[in-house]
């Protein structure tokens, strides 16, 4: 089908103009593969048809690109896209051409002839979605005209226009310019950025009129939450490890507080034969590029990662996204583990958590401008680390959003604390924190606890003291989630201005002089088992996993073939889906869900083939 096939079946579909809701669901159907819209996506999509502004939260992979390419298909003119990457408007360009809708980007990764061409072919209306930078639009706006033949702006990454949000991009500043020239054309500004102050300043830079706002659940069930305390790094590497086991076909995502911290991890996985790679500012733009590459065409398993990493990857069949180091805001943790699962099937997120990262982040702070703000940000952050109870609970709070029932899918929920009398450990930690005069930091402390022998230790004569090795019989992980309960119970401080060194509060003194009973908790160990990598090997396959492991490996040569991500051929879920349905006719393919005209007609032979050879 040929883009204007695909214009003249649009205008001609003999549908009643005002039936919106039956065109676009058509729509989707047709060159989506998919049923049925999601929560809130009709909404948006009718009241831009109204031609009402319209302002989009939505999480990652909560479906916001379809609520401005539907409206831009149903419109006679062109949809202008705003993006702030060219990786981005790539991936989003050639998933729209796999599907059959006319889509360009206008970029300096083109020609200018290219670029000119692609313009005059938008404005006889021959694209659909035309993809720009913000700096590229306002310099088109000087000498070229956009009235009559653009319906939509929709500004994608809005968030990125307020100086309130976590990435404010200057060149985003100057899009107020779209509703002062083109008033009566309907901007729809869409982000992943939930809190309020950055939403209303959108609205407030942008220039909205009257905008329709649309804020969906952020909730991603989809996405296993667990915090691990504080883990040596030997542990983190292993941990890394067993995830990559379990998905030895997909890819995740490592990220790290700082670049070294990635090339650390990055060397060790490659040592221990994984193929992983490593991205930060500190490489050259071809290396990042090619780094994110072999991420997007799944030739890497694992890329290790500063958070310079993440934006404008739009890959849906991320499994596992781990930080290695704690985050420096909820907001940033949310958008990163977001990044994982979009395709909505199963996915998992673990955050190392541990106090050095904690003294690294306020370090951060002490030097940035927003202080106060920053600071507020941070200790959300470890609340939510310490949190006793369902995690998503806390973070989606955190959000203005209740949830009221537990996630089960939390490591909170899945192992839930027991309550014990605690004040005898504590009476022990708090005694060597005195015995040291106050000058040891957490790990000194547990090692002392623990009766270790290593030379620091001794020099430092801390095994002469009375509270040496008391505490062997304690694990070293429980013994770190002890002494940071007794900070959030207020028993003990850390002074992030004195080598973090810890410190007793009157508190700890009640406790310590047993004036008082301290009441800790202890995780139980978790039920679900971990599949070692020898495991892995010997396990009988069911024929579902097989035959889902074919259809990927099927996908993947498809996508080399035709130089696309394999994502773009068909998501884990629509794979998924014909697992579970075998089709093997034409009509049985297009039932898959994320089947739409286009693909049924380019890969129902392959792909049913190899689903009735398999047995
Ligand atoms: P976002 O831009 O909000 O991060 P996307 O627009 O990329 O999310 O959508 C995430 C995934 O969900 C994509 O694979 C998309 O095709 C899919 N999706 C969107 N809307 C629907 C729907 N109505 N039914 C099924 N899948 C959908
Ligand atoms: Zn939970």
Redesign the pocket.
């Known amino acids: 089908m040929t883009y204007s096939a695909v214009m003249t079946t649009l205008s001609d579909n003999g549908m009643p103009q005002n039936d919106i809701t039956k065109q676009a669901r058509a729509l ?1 159907n047709r060159f ?1 593969g ?5 929560p809130g ?1 009709l909404d948006i999509i009718k009241s831009i048809m109204s031609g009402r502004d319209t302002l989009v939260l ?9 609520c401005y390419q539907i409206p831009a298909m149903l419109g006679e003119g062109c949809t202008i896209v705003i993006s702030p990457l060219i990786s981005l408007m790539k991936d989003q360009v050639s998933g729209l051409n796999a599907n059959g809708i006319p889509a360009a980007a206008i970029n300096s990764g083109n020609s200018e002839i290219d670029n000119r061409n692609v313009l005059r072919e938008a404005m006889r209306g021959k694209i659909k979605l035309l993809y720009m930078s913000p700096e590229r639009l306002m310099v088109e706006m000087e000498h070229v005209d956009f009235r009559g033949w653009v319906d939509l702006f929709a500004i ?1 990454e809005a968030h990125c226009i307020s100086q309130w949000g976590h990435d404010f991009r200057p060149e985003y500043s100057a899009l107020g310019l779209i509703k002062k020239r083109m008033g009566n054309v309907p901007v729809m500004a ?1 982000t ?1 950025t939930a809190d309020k102050l950055t939403r209303d300043d959108i609205a407030k830079q942008l220039s909205l009129c009257d905008p329709f706002v649309y804020i969906s659940s952020f909730d991603r069930p989809n996405l296993s939450l667990r915090v691990i305390p504080a883990p040596p790094k030997s542990k983190k590497v292993a941990y890394i490890s067993r995830l990559i086991d379990r998905y030895p076909d997909d890819s995740g995502i490592v990220y790290t507080l700082s670049r070294k911290g990635a090339e650390a991890i990055n060397a060790e996985l490659t040592l221990k034969g994984y193929k992983s790679t490593v991205y930060h500012a500190g490489l050259s733009a071809s290396e990042r590029d090619r780094a994110q590459e072999m991420f997007i065409n799944g030739e890497v398993q694992a890329v290790c990662a500063t958070v310079a990493f993440g934006m404008g990857i ?1 890959k ?1 069949n991320i499994r596992w996204v781990v930080h290695s180091n704690m985050p420096r805001n909820l907001e940033s943790y949310y958008q990163e583990i977001g990044r994982a699962g ?3 099937m199963k996915a998992e997120t673990t955050l190392f958590y541990s106090y050095a990262d904690v003294a690294t982040l306020q370090s951060f702070i002490n030097e940035s401008g927003q202080r106060e703000i920053n600071q507020e940000k941070l200790k959300r952050m470890m609340e939510y680390c310490e949190s006793p109870v369902c995690r998503r609970r806390v973070l989606l709070s955190y959000f203005n959003e209740v949830l009221d029932h537990d996630c089960k899918n939390c490591d909170v929920c899945l192992s839930p604390p027991e309550r014990f009398d605690g004040t005898i450990p504590a009476q022990m930690a708090l005694s060597a924190i005195i015995r040291t005069g106050e000058k040891t930091g957490i790990q000194m402390l547990i090692d002392i606890l623990r009766g270790s022998a290593r030379t620091e230790l001794i020099n430092l004569g801390y095994d002469k003291i009375k509270t040496y090795g008391v505490g062997r019989m304690i694990p070293f992980v429980e013994w770190n989630e002890y002494i940071s309960q007794l900070i959030q119970l207020g028993a003990v401080d850390i002074a992030y201005n004195d080598s973090n060194h810890l410190k007793i509060t009157p508190y700890g003194q009640k406790i310590l002089r047993g004036e008082v009973t301290v009441m800790l908790a202890r995780r139980q160990k978790e039920a679900t088992a971990k599949k070692s990598r020898g495991a892995k090997n010997t396990a009988p396959v069911n024929p579902a996993e097989q035959l889902f492991s074919e259809l990927k490996s099927l996908r993947k040569e498809l996508a080399a073939k035709e130089g696309i991500p394999p994502y773009l051929v068909f ?1 884990d ?1 629509t794979l998924m889906d014909m697992v579970r349905r075998r089709p093997v006719t034409m009509n049985e393919f297009m039932q898959v ?2 089947v739409g005209e286009r693909k049924c007609v380019k890969y129902w032979a392959q792909f049913t083939a190899h689903i009735s050879k398999f047995k």
């Open positions: 989707l989506y998919y049923r049925d819209f999601r996506q939505m999480p990652t992979g909560g479906g916001k690109s379809i994608d869409l992943a739009d849906s979009r395709d909505g998501t879920k869900e994320g």
